[in-house]
């Protein structure tokens, strides 16, 4: 009796630390995608600046799975919708932001981004060429909602490919190659249970 009451505590605090580190996982990666958001520069003419947050948003689809990656960016845009500065400087902030500025097709799509680059990187082994062929599908997810986004806004799809792709594209390459490279090493290393 003794013995399967223990056995049960010891379970229970088992599933308590694992919920606790999904937990941290999520937050983490809405974290990493915030501090890499702080890093931006404006580009003359058009009004969506270079950042680092894209890269953020594959490494944690890359590296968390579909699932995490997927609740870490859900959470980054609530975050940001509460209005903390979880967005690029450049931008209005807070729900405005995700709703009314030039940027909002690419954020709104972080989410989908996420859980694509996650979900090629599970369905096979993990290597460089998987980790930058999920980077690039997911690229082109992010690219969809950003165009159309601007589309929109500017009732132009050539003027949205414009001010919203030709000025991103050698970035962005060496965003999905840097994210690959990472999340491959990562995946690849080998994990110890204590």
Avoid: D
Wanted: glycine letters at 12%.
């Amino acid at each position: 009796m003794a013995r399967a009451a223990i056995q049960t505590v010891s379970t229970s605090q088992g599933r308590v630390f694992e919920a606790a580190r999904q937990v941290a996982l999520v937050v983490g990666g809405s974290l990493l995608v915030a501090l890499c958001a702080r890093i931006t520069i404006p580009i003359p003419g058009t009004p969506v600046p270079l950042t680092v947050q894209n890269f953020g948003v594959l490494l944690v689809g890359l590296v968390l799975g579909s699932r995490r990656g997927l609740a870490a960016l859900t959470l980054y845009l609530a975050e940001g919708a509460m209005g903390m500065p979880v967005f690029s400087p450049l931008g209005p902030g807070g729900v405005a932001q995700l709703f009314q500025g030039a940027t909002s097709g690419f954020l709104l799509a972080y989410p989908l981004v996420a859980w694509v680059a996650g979900y090629v990187m599970e369905r096979g082994r993990k290597s460089f060429a998987r980790a930058a062929a999920a980077g690039l599908l997911a690229e082109i997810v992010l690219f969809i909602g950003g165009l159309s986004w601007l589309a929109v806004l500017t009732h132009s799809v050539t003027q949205a490919f414009r001010l919203g792709l030709y000025l991103f594209l050698f970035a962005e390459v060496i965003k999905v190659m840097m994210a690959a490279g990472i999340a491959a090493r990562w995946r690849l290393r080998p994990r110890t249970h204590q």
